[in-house]
């Protein structure tokens, strides 16, 4: 596939904020391919035996991102889920090095960064009841932010394109996405 003829939207947040409801929305409605990096993870988990918790799949994703490389990763994902789109959405982007590399390799790239209050990103967290997920408190839920892969989650917000509240309903984050698309190179 040749990405410099596709459009990127990568959507980065902290953890509960709302990134895989958004990237399925806009998929589910306007036919954008997704391409799902915590899915891929735990794909990879399964396939090496491991535990796929929320720190073994930072810690794995850490590790593939290092001995790869960062193109090679991506490439990897993409390749996995083959988006038949011209529009690529890539939910959980985590890594600067990552950023860095959607933006050279799509012909075009919007970073979203969803920010959403911690109380209500707690009560998501325990509401989405996955398996990995442990039962936390709150104190404990925002802990987990000390995560280094978390931190640069925190890293690629300076950088992002768009900046959506994770509050907000889904009907005002999409249209604040396909504002910034119709702007560009994307709607062409």
Same mark, same amino acid.
């Not at 490389?69 to 994902?77: A, S, Y």
């Given at each position: 596939?040749?990405?410099?003829? /596709? /459009?990127?939207?990568?959507?980065?947040?902290?953890?509960?904020?709302?990134?895989?409801?958004?990237?399925?929305?806009?998929?589910?409605?306007?036919? +954008? !391919?997704?391409?799902?990096? !915590?899915? +891929?993870?735990? =794909?990879?988990?399964?396939?090496?035996?491991?535990?796929? %918790?929320?720190?073994?799949?930072?810690?794995?994703?850490?590790?593939?991102?290092?001995?790869? !490389?960062?193109?090679?990763?991506?490439?990897?994902?993409?390749? =996995?889920? %083959?988006?038949?789109?011209?529009?690529?959405? +890539?939910?959980?982007?985590?890594? @600067?090095?990552?950023?860095?590399?959607?933006? $050279?390799? =799509? !012909?075009? /790239? +919007?970073?979203?960064?969803?920010?959403?209050?911690?109380?209500?990103? =707690?009560?998501?967290?325990?509401? $989405?009841?996955?398996? @990995?997920?442990?039962?936390?408190?709150?104190?404990?839920?925002?802990?987990?932010?000390?995560?280094?892969?978390?931190?640069?989650?925190?890293?690629?917000?300076?950088?992002?394109?768009?900046?959506?509240?994770?509050?907000?309903?889904?009907?005002?984050?999409?249209?604040?996405?396909?504002?910034?698309?119709?702007?560009?190179? /994307?709607?062409?």
């Amino acid at each position: 596939m040749d990405t410099r003829k /596709c /459009c990127a939207i990568g959507i980065s947040g902290e953890i509960s904020s709302g990134k895989t409801t958004l990237a399925t929305h806009l998929v589910d409605n306007h036919g +954008f !391919g997704l391409v799902s990096f !915590g899915e +891929f993870i735990r =794909y990879k988990a399964e396939i090496l035996h491991i535990t796929p %918790s929320r720190e073994n799949c930072q810690n794995l994703g850490n590790r593939l991102i290092r001995e790869l !490389g960062p193109e090679v990763f991506l490439r990897e994902c993409i390749e =996995y889920f %083959s988006p038949n789109s011209r529009i690529h959405v +890539f939910d959980g982007v985590r890594h @600067e090095s990552v950023v860095h590399e959607l933006r $050279r390799i =799509y !012909g075009s /790239c +919007f970073i979203v960064f969803i920010e959403a209050d911690k109380r209500l990103r =707690y009560q998501r967290y325990r509401e $989405r009841n996955r398996a @990995e997920d442990q039962l936390l408190t709150l104190k404990q839920f925002v802990a987990l932010s000390s995560h280094p892969v978390e931190q640069d989650t925190m890293k690629i917000a300076e950088s992002a394109d768009l900046w959506i509240n994770g509050n907000d309903e889904l009907a005002v984050q999409e249209t604040s996405i396909m504002s910034l698309l119709r702007n560009s190179v /994307c709607a062409k």
